[in-house]
């Protein structure tokens, strides 16, 4: 059914132009895996042929990132714990995993949710915890967008470079995904930068723990 839906959204890419984009990518800020690396390059390779714009496929990839990303911050500020832990397993999402993520984020917070949107698997789950710990809904908008709009420029970018020399790729999201793993050299590279600046900003913005935040007991005075 998800092989299904790729290969729809691939044969109507142009047709439904930006609000396609905006609607897939809504989709892939939520729990349904749908892959970002299959989203954003056919719409860059459109916008290389010049039927659509870098700039609008950008914009789009992010306001749906965007939306996607605020619903699993409200659904799971609202619904809350208990439910996810009762449910979540149906999709994965265990005890364990609400658990770390909930002390990711309450430790590492705007620095951490910034660098989330650029990790595979991550990005697609830290809605959750930036709900349960009840972050303010303002530092996490403005993190995920600007997150979620620097992935869109990588993906644009890296869409056209691979679609400008294979156009016969955007029939096939199989083949598209191939080539993609196949050219992983530069996803390696770019990772790899990534990686190193989000170890750097979440020392950065790490919070330190107080003795009480550790179960110790404070000092007497």
């Known amino acids: 059914m998800l092989h299904d839906l790729i290969a729809w959204y691939f044969e109507r890419t142009l047709e439904f132009g930006y609000l396609g984009v905006a609607a897939m990518m809504a989709l892939e800020s939520t729990i349904v895996p749908i892959p970002s690396e299959v989203i954003i390059p056919p719409a860059a390779y459109w916008a290389a042929q010049g039927k659509l714009d870098y700039a609008g496929v950008v914009l789009a990839g992010t306001v749906g990132s965007v939306v996607g990303a605020l619903l699993m911050y409200l659904a799971s500020k609202y619904l809350g714990r208990p439910l996810l832990i009762r449910y979540g397993r149906f999709v994965r999402i265990t005890p364990d995993k609400i658990e770390a993520a909930e002390r990711f984020v309450a430790r590492y917070e705007t620095g951490g949710i ?3 949107r650029l990790l ?3 990005r697609h789950l830290i809605g959750i915890p930036a709900g349960l710990v009840r972050m303010p809904l303002g530092p996490y908008l403005l993190m995920t967008t600007l997150g979620s709009a620097t992935w869109c420029a ?3 970018w890296f869409g056209a470079a691979v679609l400008g020399d294979q156009p016969n790729l955007i029939k096939d999201p199989d083949a598209l995904l191939h080539v993609l793993k196949a050219k992983s050299l530069v996803i390696g590279a770019a990772v790899l930068v990534l990686a190193v600046a989000y170890v750097l900003v979440v020392r950065m913005t790490r919070k330190e723990e107080s003795p009480s935040a550790l179960g110790g007991d404070t000092p007497q005075q």
Request: hydrophobic residues 80%; charged residues 0%.
């Open 120 to 122: 595979p698997v991550v």
């Open 154 to 156: 990588v993906l644009t």
């Open 114 to 116: 910034f660098f989330a």
